[in-house]
C-alpha cells in the first residue's frame, strides 16, 4: 500500500474551515484514500474516503488532486469537538484484505 | 455502521500474567481486526481475526503472545501473555465490511503493566 505524509500538527479557529493535506505521490490506480481521526480516549472513527472525485458527506469533504498525488479533507466549520488526530491512509478497495495501516497523522487543535 | 463493545475498557496487572480482551459486534460481520497503540504513538496492526481458522499475524507478532479466537461472526477475544511493562498500550479491536477499508472501532481497553 502507498505511503502518506501529512503534517504533525494544525490550529484552526473555530467556526472557520479546517483544511487537512495529505500527499500520497506512490499511489497506485486501484487504491482508494481513507480519513479516519481519533478523538482523545476513543477508537479511531472513519470519515470519508475517495478514489478519484471529490466526494462529500455529513462530516467532511474530501479533494482528490486530478494525479491524485495529494488530497485534502476540508471540515467547513470546525468546532471544538473537532480537535483530534486525523489520519490519511491508502488503501485498496474491493480486492484488499482490509487492513489499515496508519501513519502518525496530523494533529488538529481547534481553538475558540 | 457497527457497533462494537470491548472488555475490559482498562486493567492493571502484574507482570507475568495474562489478560483476556474480549471484542463483541452487534452484527455478524467477515472482517474483524486487532490493533496495538502504544503510548504517544499511532496504531498498528496485531492480527486479523478470522472466523474458524486461525489468525493472520503481522510481522512482529506472535500467537503464543498475543492467542486470538473467532468462535463465531459477532465475537473475538485477544489475549496478553505473560505480560511485561512494555505490553502497556491501548488495545483496539475493529470490524471491516467486506472487501473494504472501512473499519468500525471500539474504544479500546487501556492496560497498565507494572
Known amino acids: 500500500d502507498a505511503k502518506t505524509t501529512q503534517p504533525p500538527s494544525m490550529d484552526c479557529a473555530e467556526g472557520r474551515a479546517a483544511n487537512l493535506p495529505c500527499n500520497h505521490s506512490?499511489?497506485?490506480?486501484?487504491?482508494?484514500v481513507y480519513w479516519y481521526r481519533q478523538i482523545h480516549s476513543q477508537g479511531p472513527q472513519y470519515i470519508i474516503h475517495g478514489l478519484k472525485n471529490n466526494e462529500t458527506n455529513e462530516m467532511a469533504s474530501l479533494i482528490i488532486t486530478e494525479d491524485r498525488k495529494s488530497s485534502t479533507l476540508i471540515l467547513p466549520h470546525a468546532t471544538l469537538r473537532d480537535t483530534a488526530v486525523y489520519y490519511c491512509?491508502?488503501?485498496?478497495?474491493?480486492?484488499?484484505?482490509?487492513?489499515?495501516?496508519f501513519g502518525q497523522g496530523t494533529t488538529l487543535q481547534v481553538k475558540p | 455502521s457497527a457497533v462494537i463493545s470491548q472488555k475490559p475498557s482498562r486493567d492493571i496487572c502484574q507482570r507475568g500474567t495474562s489478560l483476556t480482551i474480549q471484542c463483541q459486534v452487534d452484527s455478524q460481520v467477515t472482517m474483524m481486526f486487532w490493533y496495538r497503540q502504544q503510548p504517544g504513538q499511532s496504531l498498528t496492526l496485531i492480527a486479523t481475526a478470522n472466523q474458524g481458522s486461525e489468525a493472520t499475524y503481522e510481522s512482529g507478532f506472535v500467537i503464543d503472545k498475543f492467542p486470538i479466537s473467532r468462535p463465531n461472526l459477532t465475537f473475538s477475544t485477544l489475549t496478553v501473555s505473560n505480560m511485561s511493562p512494555e505490553d502497556s498500550s491501548i488495545y483496539l479491536c475493529s470490524v471491516g465490511t467486506v472487501g473494504g477499508n472501512i473499519q468500525y472501532f471500539g474504544a479500546g481497553t487501556r492496560l497498565s503493566v507494572l
Open positions: 491512509i491508502v488503501g485498496k478497495g474491493s480486492s484488499n484484505t482490509g487492513k489499515l495501516i
Open positions: 506512490t499511489i497506485s490506480g486501484n487504491e482508494y
